[in-house]
C-alpha cells in the first residue's frame, strides 16, 4: 500500500501562482517515477508532469511548458509542482500519481486548483 498526501491547491487570480506538494509515503521502495495529473470538469484526465525519482528527468504538457515545474525531493519521497503564469484553463482537480516497478501504481486524492479570471 501506498499513501499520497496532497496539499497546495486552492483558488487564484489569473497569472498568479501555485505550488502543490505531495508526498508519499509505505510501499515506495520500488518507485521509480511521480507525476501531477489534472482533470477539469466534463474532461478526461489528462498527465501535466513527470519526473524520475532517478536522475530527475522530467517531461510536461505542452500546455504548461514553461508555466509549471516539477520537482522532487528523495530523501521526503515528496514532488512538488510550481505553476506560474496561471490561467482559467489550467481550472481542474489536479492527483499525483505514483509509478511503481511491477506494477500497482497510485493515485493522490487530488486537490482543487480554481484559477478565476
Known amino acids: 500500500q501506498v499513501q499520497l498526501v496532497e496539499s497546495g491547491g486552492g483558488l487564484v487570480q489569473a497569472g498568479g501562482s501555485l505550488r502543490l506538494s505531495c508526498t508519499a509515503s509505505g510501499s515506495i521502495s520500488n518507485m521509480y517515477a511521480m507525476a501531477w495529473y489534472r482533470q477539469a470538469p466534463g474532461k478526461q484526465r489528462e498527465l501535466v508532469a513527470r519526473?524520475?525519482?532517478?536522475?530527475?528527468?522530467?517531461n510536461y504538457a505542452d500546455s504548461v511548458k514553461g508555466r509549471f515545474t516539477i520537482s522532487g525531493d528523495n530523501a521526503k519521497n515528496t514532488v512538488y509542482l510550481q505553476m506560474n503564469s496561471l490561467k482559467p484553463e489550467d481550472t481542474a482537480v489536479y492527483y499525483c500519481?505514483?509509478?511503481?516497478?511491477?506494477?500497482?501504481?497510485?493515485w493522490g486524492q487530488g486537490t482543487q486548483v480554481t484559477v478565476s479570471s
Open positions: 500519481y505514483v509509478f511503481r516497478t511491477g506494477g500497482g501504481n497510485y
Open positions: 519526473i524520475s525519482t532517478s536522475g530527475g528527468n522530467t
